[in-house]
């Protein structure tokens, strides 16, 4: 019996010191940008190890990273970002020099389906997770990127966020850290500055209030929704759910003042630019608050 358990456990070591040597070669071959090496670790990983999670991100991180393209195109219109301005003789734009980073879809399918097989293998790593939503953020899927994060928010209730990362390494702060992540794929989505993405953002905030009500940045996000698309009491209402959670936070404050002097109240909005004033930390949220009660007065 003693053998037996020795030559168990011996396995094992054996099993992960081979998995971490295969973790190291693969990451010295991306930052040598040697992907013959890359794919050659890879096919042995899979051969010793083939249930590995660091094998299914890596496997992930290949695809992902061989499917991103660089294409040069030329316009007459000015792109987003940084562009060459091409001019004519006389020096006036005659047309723009631009980079865009593509994906190869066939290439970037296979990265998602490694990455899919990984979730469902070990449902509890959140960078597995992560890794797929960054990764449609990235291609501009903003539909899959949002149904992704629904999928997320829908399985926190099953593991209580009781996510892992890296190597299986336990988050000891697993709610408060996914929910942060959460707001920065809105803030992401809302940076876009397409309203058609606003609908996107409603519907992961309303994920999110299913299950944790009183997550005052979900409030908000969806007050937000409704302000930019002029509907003013759908926007104002559930910031005064935030304030009633938390009546001193300036920003939600600044928030409710805003919709009501866009809905034309402008008592209320005197009102709450009057509690900016008295609760926010900062010089120039106040000073912007003043400004505004001098003008709706």
């Known amino acids: 019996m003693k053998q037996t358990i020795t030559l168990i456990i011996f396995l094992a070591l054996t099993s992960l010191c081979s998995a971490q040597?295969?973790?190291?070669?693969?990451?010295?071959?991306?930052?040598?940008?040697?992907?013959?090496?890359?794919?050659?670790?890879?096919?042995?990983?899979?051969?010793?190890?083939?249930?590995?999670?660091?094998?299914?991100?890596?496997?992930?991180?290949?695809?992902?990273?061989?499917?991103?393209?660089?294409?040069?195109?030329?316009?007459?219109?000015?792109?987003?970002g940084e562009s060459l301005v091409l001019s004519d003789n006389t020096n006036k734009a005659a047309g723009y020099m631009a980079s865009e980073v593509v994906f190869n879809s066939s290439t970037f399918k296979k990265g998602l389906e490694k990455i899919?097989?990984?979730?469902?293998?070990?449902?509890?790593?959140?960078?597995?997770?992560?890794?797929?939503?960054?990764?449609?953020?990235?291609?501009?899927?903003?539909?899959?990127?949002?149904?992704?994060?629904?999928?997320?928010?829908?399985?926190?209730?099953?593991?209580?966020?009781q996510w892992t990362w890296t190597n299986n390494e336990k988050r000891p702060d697993g709610k408060d850290f996914f929910l942060s992540s959460l707001q920065n794929y809105q803030?992401?989505?809302?940076?876009?500055?397409?309203?058609?993405?606003?609908?996107?953002?409603?519907?992961?905030?309303?994920?999110?209030?299913?299950?944790?009500?009183?997550?005052?940045?979900?409030?908000?996000?969806?007050?937000?929704?409704?302000?930019?698309?002029?509907?003013?009491?759908?926007?104002?209402?559930?910031?005064?759910?935030?304030?009633?959670?938390n009546p001193k936070d300036a920003i939600v404050l600044a928030n409710i003042a805003q919709g009501y002097r866009l809905k034309g109240d402008k008592k209320k909005a005197i009102e709450y630019y009057d509690k900016v004033i008295r609760y926010a930390d900062d010089a120039e949220m106040i000073s912007v608050s003043k400004r505004h009660i001098e003008k709706l007065k």
């Open 21 to 80: 040597t295969f973790q190291a070669d693969f990451n010295r071959y991306c930052q040598e940008n040697d992907t013959l090496k890359q794919r050659e670790t890879l096919l042995k990983w899979e051969k010793a190890n083939p249930k590995d999670p660091e094998l299914f991100t890596s496997y992930f991180n290949y695809y992902f990273l061989k499917s991103r393209e660089e294409v040069v195109s030329l316009t007459t219109t000015q792109p987003k």
């Open 116 to 161: 899919d097989e990984g979730i469902k293998l070990y449902p509890d790593r959140l960078d597995m997770r992560f890794g797929k939503i960054y990764a449609l953020g990235q291609a501009g899927d903003w539909q899959n990127f949002t149904d992704e994060i629904v999928t997320a928010i829908q399985y926190s209730k099953e593991n209580h966020n």
């Open 187 to 245: 803030l992401q989505l809302y940076n876009t500055g397409d309203d058609e993405l606003l609908i996107n953002m409603r519907t992961i905030a309303t994920e999110i209030l299913k299950l944790y009500p009183d997550h005052i940045e979900s409030l908000s996000n969806l007050s937000v929704t409704y302000l930019l698309t002029g509907e003013h009491d759908k926007g104002i209402a559930p910031l005064l759910q935030a304030e009633k959670l």
